[in-house]
Nanobody, 125 residues
Framework: QVQLIESGGGLVQVGGSLRLSCAAS????????MGWFRQAPGKEREFVAA????????LYADSVKGRFTTSRDSTQKTVYLQMISMKPEDTAIYYC??????????????????WGQGTQVTVSS
C-alpha cells in the first residue's frame, strides 16, 4: 500500500532552520505531484508548497515564499521541505501529500490522494 512517511521535525529557535523529508513507497513516485501542508493548533490545515512530478515547477504559499524550498529526489523517492528564517507562526504539524494532476486546485488538500502521518515542527521564541 501507499505510504508517505515524514521525518525531520523538531524544536527550533526563531530564525533557525529545519529540513523535512517525506519518503514515498507503494506508488510510482515520478507520476505524482508532492505537496506540503501544515496544521497549527486550533487552525485549519493550510497549503505550504507543491512540486511537480519533474521538479521543474513549484508553488508556495505567500506566508513561506522566500523562506521555504521544496525539492525532490526521484532515486530516493523522497520530497524535501527546507525551512529557513523560521517564525513562531510556522509551528504546526507538517504533512506531505501526493496527487497526480496539477490543476487550479493544487492548494486544496482534499484533492490529494495520499497523506503522510505528519511531523511536528515547533518554533520557539
Amino acid at each position: 500500500q501507499v505510504q508517505l512517511i515524514e521525518s525531520g521535525g523538531g524544536l527550533v529557535q526563531v530564525g533557525g532552520s529545519l529540513r523535512l523529508s517525506c519518503a514515498a513507497s507503494g506508488l510510482t513516485f515520478s507520476n505524482y505531484i508532492m505537496g506540503w501542508f501544515r496544521q497549527a493548533p486550533g487552525k485549519e490545515r493550510e497549503f505550504v508548497a507543491a512540486i511537480s512530478q519533474s521538479g521543474v515547477s513549484t508553488l508556495y504559499a505567500d506566508s513561506v515564499k522566500g523562506r521555504f524550498t521544496t525539492s525532490r529526489d526521484s532515486t530516493q523517492k523522497t520530497v524535501y521541505l527546507q525551512m529557513i528564517s523560521m517564525k513562531p507562526e510556522d509551528t504546526a504539524i507538517y504533512y506531505c501529500a501526493a496527487r497526480q494532476r496539477w490543476t487550479g486546485t493544487i492548494r486544496v488538500g482534499r484533492e490529494y490522494d495520499y497523506w503522510g502521518q505528519g511531523t511536528q515542527v515547533t518554533v520557539s521564541s
